[in-house]
C-alpha cells in the first residue's frame, strides 16, 4: 500500500517520518519524498494516528487524488534541482508531463486548484530557495550556482533573485550575515 | 548586428501587452519587444522581409479579425516562419484546446494567471528554457 504526505520536501522530512512510522510500529518497505510504500493496509486507527503523528512535523497525510497529484508535481520539481541539477532535461513542462503520464495543461491547472498559485511560480520560488542554500550553506559563487541550477546566465540568476526576494544575492549574502535574518521555511 | 531576442507579442488588448512587455524586460531587459494587436497586424509584420524575424512568438488566442489559432496555422503554413517557435497563451484551461495547439505546432500553451502580476512566473519559465537551450546548443 502506498500512502502519500503532503510537505516532505527534504532528508530531515524523511527522518520525520520514519520516526512517526517506527514510534507507531507500522512497517514500511520504502520513503520516499511525498510518499511511503507501507508492508501493509492501514486500519483506520492507525491512520488517524499516523495522521496525528505527520501533523506533528507539520506534514499532511493526504487522501485526496488531486492533492496527491500536486504533490507529486512538487517532488518532480524538487527532483529536478537537488537531483538532475546539471543534466539537460526536456523542456521542464514535457518532463513534468512524460514524469506524471498527464498533459501539463491538466497538471497545471490541478496545481493552481489545490494550491491557488501557479506551478511555474511553485518552479521559481523553490529555484531561488535552492539558490540561497547554494550560497549559504555551500558558499558557492554565484557564477557556480547559475552553471549548477541551469540557469541561462548570471545576470538572469540575479536578476530573477532580486525579484523573487526582493534583494540582489549580494545584498542577501549581507543579510544573512545578520544573525537575526531567518530565511529557511524547512528547518 | 545585435544579438539581442527579439520577440513578437500578439495581442488585442493593450494592458496585456504592457504587463507582458513588462514581465519580459523583468527577466531581460535588452530583449526586444514587438506588438501587434491581432493576427493579421503580426502576419503583415512577420511576411515583411525588411526586419529581421522574431526568436519567440507570443500569440494570444481570442482576438479579432484572425484569431491566434488561424494565424498559428499561417505561421506554419510558411515556410520562412514555420521554424519560429510559437507560445500560446489564453484564459482558457482547456485540455483538447491544448493538445490540438500543440499538435498545430505551438511550442507551449500558457494559460493567462488572472492576477496580471502573475504573468512574470510563465514567461520567465519558458524564456529561461529557450534562452538556456539556446546557450548549449
Redesign the interface.
Same mark, same amino acid.
Given at each position: 500500500m502506498i500512502i502519500y504526505i503532503k510537505n516532505m520536501v527534504c532528508v530531515r522530512c524523511k527522518m520525520a517520518v520514519q520516526t512517526v512510522l517506527e514510534g507507531l510500529q507500522i512497517p514500511y518497505l520504502g520513503i520516499e519524498l511525498g510518499k511511503v510504500k507501507l508492508a501493509e493496509a492501514l486500519l483506520p486507527d492507525k491512520q488517524q494516528k499516523l495522521a496525528e503523528g505527520l501533523q506533528h512535523y507539520q506534514l499532511e497525510l493526504m487522501d485526496n487524488k488531486k492533492k496527491i497529484l500536486t504533490e507529486q508535481i512538487k517532488v518532480v520539481i524538487i527532483e529536478i534541482f537537488e537531483v538532475r541539477a546539471n543534466e539537460i532535461l526536456l523542456k521542464f513542462s514535457d518532463f513534468l508531463s512524460q514524469r506524471l503520464q498527464y498533459d501539463y495543461t491538466y497538471l497545471a491547472n490541478t496545481f493552481s486548484e489545490t494550491e491557488g498559485t501557479t506551478i511555474e511560480r511553485f518552479y521559481i520560488s523553490y529555484r531561488i530557495e535552492r539558490v540561497k542554500e547554494l550560497m549559504v550553506y555551500e558558499a558557492l559563487s554565484i557564477k557556480e550556482i547559475s552553471y549548477r541550477l541551469n540557469f541561462s546566465s548570471v545576470s538572469h540568476l540575479s536578476q530573477q533573485f532580486k525579484k523573487v526576494t526582493g534583494h540582489t544575492p549580494a545584498m542577501f549574502r549581507k543579510l544573512c550575515a545578520s544573525e537575526d535574518y531567518v530565511w529557511r521555511t524547512c528547518e | 548586428m545585435d544579438n539581442n531576442l527579439r520577440l513578437l507579442i500578439v495581442d488585442d488588448d493593450p494592458d496585456d501587452r504592457e504587463f507582458f512587455i513588462e514581465a519580459i524586460k %523583468?527577466? %531581460?531587459e535588452t530583449i526586444e519587444c514587438i506588438t501587434a494587436s491581432n493576427g493579421i497586424q503580426a502576419l503583415e509584420w512577420l511576411r515583411d522581409t525588411g526586419h529581421p524575424l522574431p526568436d519567440l512568438i507570443f500569440l494570444d488566442i481570442s482576438m479579432p479579425l484572425l484569431n491566434g489559432r488561424n494565424c498559428l496555422a499561417e505561421i506554419k503554413k510558411d515556410q520562412r516562419l514555420l521554424t519560429i517557435p510559437v507560445i500560446i497563451y489564453t484564459t482558457s484551461? %482547456?485540455?483538447d484546446e491544448?493538445?490540438e495547439l500543440k499538435k498545430m505546432g505551438a511550442l507551449? $500553451?500558457m494559460?493567462k494567471?488572472r492576477d496580471a502580476e502573475?504573468i512574470?512566473?510563465?514567461v +520567465?519559465?519558458v524564456l529561461?528554457?529557450y534562452? $538556456?537551450s +539556446?546557450?548549449?546548443k
Open positions: - | %523583468d527577466v %531581460d484551461k %482547456d485540455i491544448s493538445r507551449h $500553451f494559460t494567471p502573475e512574470y512566473y510563465p +520567465a519559465v529561461e528554457e534562452l $538556456f +539556446a546557450r548549449n
